[in-house]
């Protein structure tokens, strides 16, 4: 903290629901900028790193990112036996392709992101997640992941929806229509993995996602992990697949073998983070399908 | 909301190591009193019920107190065959007597409570967890829970140690002395478990909690549960055992015989809640032993 700071008291405080709030101890602000699609801000704080916030919402902290893109690209991919292709949709800040590009079998990543200001934003200043958009296996689109979906004839191991909340430019990506289009990318054997939300504040948007991806996948399964920086901690990514279990074909070996070092997910988080409270369950009856431990 | 609140913007807050914040929306205060060991404050929130916050600090919130007390109750009690007499170190909010009495084999509960006036706020302000405090079974002693250990001739099958953050009355609940005492009131196949913090921002007071316990237990493990009203979301109990190892000895069959509605706990959370991320196992390294899946 720098000497002008210590008697300053600046907070950046994200309200959710109207009923609860989230603040972190600010230093300065880095980036700020208002893009055609929301306000683009990188805050340095405190206690929790250069902090990225889209429309006044945090999307992601260097204190606590790992978990969230370690969760969103590791279960799928350990899942799968040699992934070569993964399409991400959204993800600016770049944290989901540095861990997807840590898999050595992974050959070709697509990532669509809407907006080059949340890029640019993240090229400047959080270079621990946007280092890895330079990868030579890396290709980046700046274009609407809707349209890209309607329109693409690749197909895909993996599709990780890394979107931020169902306002704004991500409404589209939470429709039936987007579902089915990322569904005919995918392979025969291909996983469909997308943030679901707060299990405790957002069960109506998470049963309306998963009612609106069931008709086009064998499978609709949900796992959960912890945040530092989302409202209610615990959060959410569904996994819809056309074959694969996520408990009965992973292969912890494969973890073993890969020999990649990571801060939360491990062959022991993975198959836990399949196990369900009693109140998501309730929540999601009918729209999900069970795992088998 | 009452009319005269619509406009007024009250909110609750609570600061955790002045990096970060959760705030609840607040209607009106029901209760507030200066003990003799700290002010006890109940809040009636707009999105999380009634909750108490003991010298500015949030206890439980009736929204989701089923969690931190179905997980500090049945976690041990269901690796027990049959668990007969209980201890519990805090509590006064009354939850945790209400999970442990709801097991049928449960002849006996001593709670022992430091504070009356956190008693009397739960009593009148938070019915749905203090209700259980009237329970024949139980015998709810006001006094230190320190001195309680030091002096109690009793055994018990599980000791429960539901205490705040070591500061103020509860610092000494974190100390050799009082895990030395609680070690010797357990049979030969107890359990300890301990309110053990936040793994992401308390590594270093679990550590000092762990290594205190050890030398007084066969085997020390840690498990972790989602809260909405503590800092960082992701919490944790320690699970210190005479005997029962609570992987191998656990039975999910009792937890079905039981026939107990729970809303977060089930069988597959049990184990799941012992598989613990990397910063974990790196933070604890050589203070808890790994539980075998």
């Not at 070709?108 to 330079?134: F, N, Q, T, W, Y």
């Not at 704004?168 to 229509?177: H, M, N, T, V």
């Not at 073998?257 to 988080?269: H, I, M, Q």
Request: proline fraction near 6%.
């Amino acid at each position: 903290m720098t000497d002008k700071n210590d008697k300053l008291n600046l907070w950046v405080t994200e309200t959710h629901k109207d009923i609860v709030s989230m603040g972190f101890r600010a230093e300065e602000t880095l980036f700020s900028k208002i893009s055609e699609y929301q306000q683009v801000d990188v805050i340095k704080t405190a206690g929790h790193g250069g902090m990225l916030l889209n429309d006044g919402i945090v999307m992601v902290s260097e204190r606590d990112e790992f978990v969230y893109h370690e969760m969103i690209a590791h279960v799928p991919l350990f899942t799968l036996a040699g992934p070569e292709r993964v399409l991400i949709i959204g993800g600016g800040d770049g944290g989901t392709a540095r861990e997807v590009l840590r898999h050595m079998t992974v050959k070709r990543v697509v990532m669509v992101e809407i907006d080059a200001v949340v890029v640019e934003a993240c090229k400047k200043h959080l270079p621990s997640m946007s280092g890895s958009l330079d990868d030579p296996r890396l290709e980046l689109l700046i274009e609407d992941g809707v349209k890209f979906a309607e329109k693409c004839n690749e197909t895909f191991d993996a599709v990780l929806i890394d979107s931020t909340d169902p306002i704004g430019p991500a409404q589209p990506l939470f429709d039936k229509e987007f579902y089915e289009n990322i569904s005919g990318l995918l392979s025969d054997n291909g996983i469909m993995i997308s943030q679901s939300e707060s299990p405790f504040y957002d069960p109506e948007i998470q049963r309306s996602m998963f009612s609106n991806q069931r008709p086009f996948f064998k499978k609709v399964h949900i796992y959960t992990f912890s945040t530092l920086t989302y409202p209610g901690g615990l959060w959410s990514f569904g996994f819809a697949s056309k074959g694969p279990c996520p408990i009965k074909d992973f292969d912890p070996g494969r973890v073993k073998d890969s020999k990649l070092e990571t801060r939360y997910y491990n062959p022991d988080v993975h198959r836990a983070s399949f196990a369900l409270p009693e109140f998501i369950k309730n929540d999601l009856a009918g729209l999900i399908d069970p795992v088998p431990f």
